[in-house]
């Protein structure tokens, strides 16, 4: 948590993978953030303390795999973000059109078994689901450097930029990396300067709504306030007002 405030991150979220090839597992219910973290650090320039959020992430490799994620777990809704990584073409369709989660994350350390499809992609877009690509095998082995660049660009060739987030995956905090580094291996993605500048913040802030949504089932509203000018208020009023006031 540390290292993420000290390199500009305003928020983390500690990440809980399932894997259903692996043993049958059940989905527990998460470890509160104040348990783990008694004092957080205060976000530089602000007032608030580092945000810490709970995630889920089920690495699905069969259609009975989803039937958790539909089922009304209660475990389920106590995690902040949802995420969902399709080993095969039927669920990345099933995870983008279907299943109520934040994310899908796209596989980077090895080619992809099957090409993005433009109607799976566009519908999950339209829902507000968002694509994980994870950084972290990038910078760790040339391979799996080129199956990140390969598979990235073969995604932003079909969702055009669009709803995209980049990630860590980090284990430990030599792999991590600050936002703006994190901006720059987004061109090498295939994205533009504004996109992978919303890859690591806006497009990160509405995952967070987003699940703040599938929580309520109903909706969250998000305000900041505006502040005024004080140019602004002296030409908003009349110039003979603003002579009977002075006088």
């Given at each position: 948590i540390?290292?993420?405030?000290?390199?500009?991150?305003?928020?983390?979220?500690?990440?809980?993978?399932?894997?259903?090839?692996?043993k049958k597992q059940e989905i527990i219910k998460p470890v509160s953030p104040s348990e783990l973290f008694p004092s957080l650090p205060i976000v530089q320039g602000t007032s608030k303390r580092?945000?810490?959020?709970?995630?889920?992430?089920?690495v699905v490799s069969d259609p009975s795999h989803c039937n958790l994620l539909r089922s009304t777990s209660a475990n389920i809704r106590?995690?902040?973000i949802i995420a969902v990584f399709p080993k095969t073409e039927k669920l990345f369709h099933i995870a983008?059109?279907?299943?109520?989660?934040?994310?899908?994350?796209?596989?980077?350390t090895e080619k992809?078994?099957?090409?993005?499809?433009?109607?799976?992609?566009?519908?999950?877009?339209?829902?507000?689901?968002?694509f994980e690509l994870l950084y972290t095998p990038a910078i760790k082995d040339?391979?799996?450097?080129?199956?990140?660049?390969?598979?990235?660009?073969?995604?932003?060739?079909?969702?055009?930029?669009?709803?995209?987030?980049?990630?860590?995956?980090?284990?430990?905090?030599l792999e991590l990396?600050?936002?703006?580094?994190?901006?720059?291996?987004g061109l090498l993605f295939g994205l533009s300067e504004s996109e992978a500048k919303a890859a690591v913040s806006t497009n990160c802030r509405a995952t967070m709504l987003h699940g703040e949504t599938r929580k309520s089932a109903c909706g969250v509203v998000y305000t900041v306030k505006k502040p005024r000018k004080v140019e602004e208020e002296e030409t908003a009023v009349p110039a003979c007002k603003k002579a009977k006031t002075q006088a």
């Open positions: 540390t290292v993420c405030f000290s390199v500009g991150y305003s928020a983390v979220a500690l990440n809980h993978v399932i894997d259903f090839k692996e580092i945000k810490v959020l709970t995630r889920l992430t089920l106590l995690y902040d983008c059109t279907t299943l109520d989660v934040d994310l899908v994350c796209i596989n980077v992809l078994p099957f090409y993005f499809r433009r109607p799976p992609v566009n519908m999950a877009i339209d829902r507000g689901i968002y040339s391979t799996m450097r080129r199956y990140t660049i390969s598979n990235a660009i073969s995604l932003m060739q079909i969702c055009k930029g669009k709803n995209i987030v980049i990630s860590s995956a980090a284990e430990r905090p990396r600050g936002p703006y580094d994190v901006a720059n291996l």
